[in-house]
């Protein structure tokens, strides 16, 4: 009877670590769930930030490519009215 009751106490303890174990893995899972979770909302931002920025560098190179051709044309003219001056002496 002695060594059924060591046996049922032993068993007890056995038990009680591994739901000791099983919840210190469940707390761990929780921790590295939340921080995953947070690793993802800040990839999702960083995401959002590099379209954002992809966007604003085409419209930026949109801008200088029309801005060039607008100076372009401006230095054209301004080479064609100092051909039609310099034939004018004064």
Excluded at 2 to 27: H, P, T, V, W, Y
């Amino acid at each position: 009877m002695d060594a059924i009751k060591k046996k049922m106490q032993a068993m007890k303890i056995e038990k009680d670590n591994a739901l000791d174990r099983a919840d210190a893995a469940e707390e761990k899972v929780r921790q590295i769930t939340e921080k995953l979770e947070r690793v993802e909302e800040e990839l999702r931002d960083t995401q959002k930030k590099m379209t954002q920025t992809g966007d604003d560098l085409d419209k930026a190179q949109e801008d200088l490519s029309a801005a060039t051709s607008k100076l372009e044309e401006k230095e054209k003219t301004v080479q064609e009215i100092w051909l039609v001056v310099s034939h004018f002496s004064f």
